[in-house]
C-alpha cells in the first residue's frame, strides 16, 4: 500500500477555506486516495474519495494532481467544529480495504 | 438510520483477566474492520471480515486476540489474559462491500479499554 505525507499540525481562521495537502508519491493506478477525520473522542468519520477526478460533496472538496502523487482537502468555510486529525489514506480497490492510517495533520480553526 | 454501535464504550479490567469487546455494524454492512488506538502508535488495522469469514488477519498482535462474527452482523473481540499494552481505544467500522466500488468505511465510536 502506498504511504502518505502529510503536515502535522496546520491552523485556519474560522470562516475562511482550509487547505490540507497530501503527498502520495507512489500511488499505483488503481490506488483511491481517501480522506477521514477523528474529533476528538470520536471515530473517524469519512469524508470524501477520489480516484482521479477532483470530487466535491456537502463536507469537502478533493483536488487530485494530474499525476495523481498529491492531493488536497479543501473545506470551503471551516468552522471551529472542524477542529480535528485529517488524515490521508490510500487504499487498493483489490485489496481487502483495510486503511492504513498515518499520523495525519491536526487542523485547529481559530476563531 | 442507526450507526456502528459498540459495546461497552468503556471498560476497565485487570491485568490477566479477559474481554470481550462488541460490534454491531450498520445493518446490511457485509465488510466489518477491528483497528486498534493507542497514545503514540495511531490507528492500526487488527482484522477483516467478509461476511462471517475473516481472510485477512494479519494486524492481531498476538495469540491473545481472536474476533469471531456470527450471521454476517455482529462481531466480538475477545481479549484473553489481557496485559497492560492492551490498553487503547478498540474501533469498529463497516462498509457495504469492499472491492469494486471501494465504498468507504464507517466507525463506531469504540471502546476504551483500560486494564489495570
Known amino acids: 500500500d502506498a504511504k502518505t505525507t502529510q503536515p502535522p499540525s496546520m491552523d485556519c481562521a474560522e470562516g475562511r477555506a482550509a487547505n490540507l495537502p497530501c503527498n502520495h508519491s507512489?500511488?499505483?493506478?488503481?490506488?483511491?486516495v481517501y480522506w477521514y477525520r477523528q474529533i476528538h473522542s470520536q471515530g473517524p468519520q469519512y469524508i470524501i474519495h477520489?480516484?482521479?477526478n477532483n470530487e466535491t460533496n456537502e463536507m469537502a472538496s478533493l483536488i487530485i494532481t494530474e499525476d495523481r502523487k498529491s492531493s488536497t482537502l479543501i473545506l470551503p468555510h471551516a468552522t471551529l467544529r472542524d477542529t480535528a486529525v485529517y488524515y490521508c489514506?490510500?487504499?487498493?480497490?483489490?485489496?481487502?480495504?483495510?486503511?492504513?492510517f498515518g499520523q495525519g495533520t491536526t487542523l485547529q480553526v481559530k476563531p | 438510520g442507526a450507526g456502528v454501535s459498540q459495546s461497552p464504550s468503556n471498560k476497565v479490567t485487570e491485568k490477566g483477566k479477559d474481554v470481550e469487546l462488541r460490534c454491531d455494524p450498520i445493518?446490511?454492512?457485509?465488510?466489518l474492520y477491528w483497528y486498534r488506538q493507542s497514545l503514540g502508535q495511531g490507528l492500526e488495522f487488527l482484522i477483516y471480515?467478509?461476511?462471517?469469514?475473516?481472510?485477512?488477519k494479519s494486524g492481531l498482535p498476538s495469540d491473545r486476540f481472536s474476533a469471531e462474527r456470527t450471521g454476517g452482523s455482529v462481531s466480538t473481540l475477545t481479549i484473553q489474559r489481557t496485559q497492560q499494552e492492551d490498553s487503547a481505544v478498540y474501533l469498529c467500522?463497516?462498509?457495504?462491500?469492499?472491492?469494486?466500488?471501494?465504498?468507504?468505511?464507517?466507525f463506531g465510536d469504540g471502546t476504551r479499554l483500560s486494564i489495570l
Open positions: 467500522a463497516s462498509s457495504p462491500q469492499t472491492g469494486g466500488k471501494n465504498q468507504p468505511q464507517h
Open positions: 507512489t500511488i499505483s493506478g488503481n490506488e483511491y
Open positions: 477520489g480516484l482521479k
Open positions: 489514506i490510500v487504499s487498493r480497490s483489490s485489496n481487502t480495504g483495510k486503511l492504513i
Open positions: 445493518s446490511g454492512h457485509t465488510a
Open positions: 471480515f467478509q461476511g462471517n469469514s475473516a481472510p485477512d
